[in-house]
């Protein structure tokens, strides 16, 4: 078997050690606030970050460029490796192009290697239980062609659900009206909401407050895990600088599932910049994205 390393980008939200325990390869977005301009080497602490949010801070972001993918993944290529990348969903980012792009440049240069570009169509760490599955194929032996594959037939059971705190955020994003925000916001209306199959977020409800929207995260597990309930036995859930409120969410979907393996890990930078702090989702498998 041609050995191999998965790569992605840090939209997976995925711990840093995770990406260094497993030998993952991760290419990163950057983001401006306050007229600072933050990479990789200088991004905020996840509570400065969201603070400086709460407090009224407009961030924007940045998508990879080939530039940056390339220099990503050409050094594996020079090591003599194959690359899986697992890119953040095309439906929200241009990141995906941008890796293609440096992955199509790069097969020409080693046409002795081989470079899998997937669209995950998810994001934050529903991107990260779909890189976890793929880690664990490649750990018990699978070469890259038969972990793509398992990827490409799966990533739509990647269930995504989530809600916000602050509508106001969305409506920056473009994702909800003004009339929604300002209105949601004064009857205390958290929505819910998920990604699609196109990788898009898409509102599947709405609740008037904080703790009934997170019951309806647990709730609505129980209807879109479907044939998987029996089987699963791993979430991810990620949060915007509310670490309380996800382990709440996880103590309640332990008193339903036999749950062994659990992640949680804030909402990067990039992503919260959008979804704002408050933001609380959770992942797994399930026969309904």
Not at 217 to 229: F, Q, V
């Amino acid at each position: 078997m041609r050995n191999y390393v998965i790569t992605t980008d840090n939209n997976s939200d995925l711990p840093e050690s995770y990406y260094s325990e497993y030998g993952i390869g991760c290419t990163y977005l950057s983001y401006s606030m306050n007229g600072v301009n933050y990479t990789h080497e200088n991004f905020l602490q996840v509570h400065e970050f969201y603070e400086s949010m709460r407090n009224g801070a407009l961030p924007t972001t940045a998508q990879v460029n080939p530039e940056d993918a390339r220099n990503m993944l050409e050094p594996y290529l020079k090591e003599g490796l194959d690359i899986l990348h697992i890119a953040f969903s095309s439906g929200l980012s241009g990141t995906y192009n941008s890796t293609k792009i440096a992955a199509d440049e790069l097969a020409e240069k080693y046409p002795d290697r081989k470079i899998i570009v997937i669209d995950s169509l998810a994001a934050s760490l529903g991107q990260g239980l779909l890189i976890h599955y793929a880690q664990k194929k490649k750990e018990a032996g699978e070469d890259m062609e038969s972990v793509a594959a398992w990827v490409e037939e799966h990533k739509n059971n990647i269930v995504h659900l989530f809600t916000v705190d602050d509508l106001n955020h969305l409506y920056r994003g473009g994702r909800v009206s003004k009339t929604t925000a300002f209105v949601g916001s004064m009857l205390n209306i958290k929505p819910v909401m998920h990604v699609n199959e196109e990788g898009k977020l898409i509102a599947i409800g709405k609740i008037r407050g904080r703790k009934k929207s997170i019951l309806e995260l647990a709730r609505l597990m129980d209807e879109k895990i479907g044939s998987y309930k029996e089987s699963c036995d791993t979430i991810f859930i990620s949060h915007g600088d509310c670490e309380d409120d996800a382990r709440f969410l996880e103590a309640k979907i332990k008193e339903k599932y036999n749950i062994n393996t659990v992640i949680i890990n804030p909402v990067g930078a990039t992503i919260g910049a959008h979804s704002g702090p408050g933001t609380l989702a959770l992942f797994f498998l399930g026969d309904m994205k």
